[in-house]
């Protein structure tokens, strides 16, 4: 018997941390297209400073939603990374998408915490 994917392929509801207004960030692009079928599930904005992303307002932390998410997909630098994906953990998300960088590619270090 398989692993039940659900959550990450069909997720009940979705946020997006670091979601962004600049287009030349990729969670700019991963917020638009999370909000390509609004009326499908919830879908969460995150970003740290608040506002509002796409004409959306956002959250400033995972915890500021303040309804479980299923599917959470982080796209920040790696040295906020590793605490955004332990945020998604505490708050109960079943699967975690990451787009980030920082990591083996700038060396030895990013390597290690690769």
């Known amino acids: 018997m398989g692993r039940d994917l659900s959550a990450l ?3 009940e509801s979705v946020a997006v941390v670091g979601a962004s207004d ?24 995150v970003n740290r400073r608040g506002g509002t992303v796409l004409g959306r307002p956002t959250a400033t932390s995972l915890a500021g939603i303040g309804e479980p998410v299923e599917l959470v997909v982080i796209s920040v630098p790696g040295p906020g ?5 332990d945020d998604a953990l505490a708050c109960g998300a079943r699967a975690i998408v990451g787009i ?7 060396g030895p270090l990013g390597l290690a915490r690769q």
């Open 81 to 85: 990374f590793e605490a955004a994906v």
């Open 9 to 11: 392929f069909d997720p």
């Open 22 to 45: 600049d287009p030349a960030k990729y969670g700019h692009a991963v917020a638009a297209q999370a909000l390509r079928a609004p009326d499908r599930r919830p879908v969460h904005l």
């Open 100 to 106: 980030t960088a920082g990591f083996a590619e700038t």
